[in-house]
């Protein structure tokens, strides 16, 4: 056998392996419900919840946001894009942006009844948006 065709297939073997190891790691995008179904199941695989936090109905603010005497840790109730409200448990200090978010991805997996995120993403895209869309930007202009 050529030299060739053995690195070939030596990285082809490699390709495979990194596919198959990829493909095993990677989460689902569920509900809670359906999240903890999983868990009810014996599956503790991480999951994607996408939703949005607790808000007062007067002021539109977060609520239900706890945080540990240390700051080390915090918990807030969320609730996911079918209106189903679960309280998140993180074991990292609070995001700062956590609470301007308009949407938030948590990443984690239910343990004894309750949800635990490992990661939090956020999404703030009023935060990109232009403040006065109608009246077209002007070079120089740092007026806000």
Do not use: W
Request: charged content about 20%; some cysteine.
């Amino acid at each position: 056998m050529k030299k060739s065709h053995i690195i070939g297939i030596f990285i082809i073997a490699v390709s495979l392996f990194i596919i198959i190891i990829t493909a095993g790691n990677t989460s689902k995008y569920l509900s809670f419900t359906e999240a903890h179904q999983q868990y009810i199941n014996g599956d503790e695989s991480p999951i994607h919840i996408v939703g949005k936090l607790k808000k007062d109905s007067i002021y539109n603010k977060p609520i239900g946001i706890i945080t540990s005497p240390d700051h080390l840790s915090c918990s807030f109730l969320m609730t996911d894009q079918n209106n189903k409200e679960e309280r998140v448990y993180y074991n990292n200090p609070l995001p700062i942006d956590l609470t301007k978010s308009e949407n938030i991805v948590v990443i984690g997996y239910f343990h004894k009844q309750k949800f635990i995120a490992n990661k939090i993403l956020m999404k703030c895209p009023s935060k990109y948006q232009e403040k006065n869309p109608t009246q077209p930007y002007e070079l120089g202009n740092t007026t806000q």
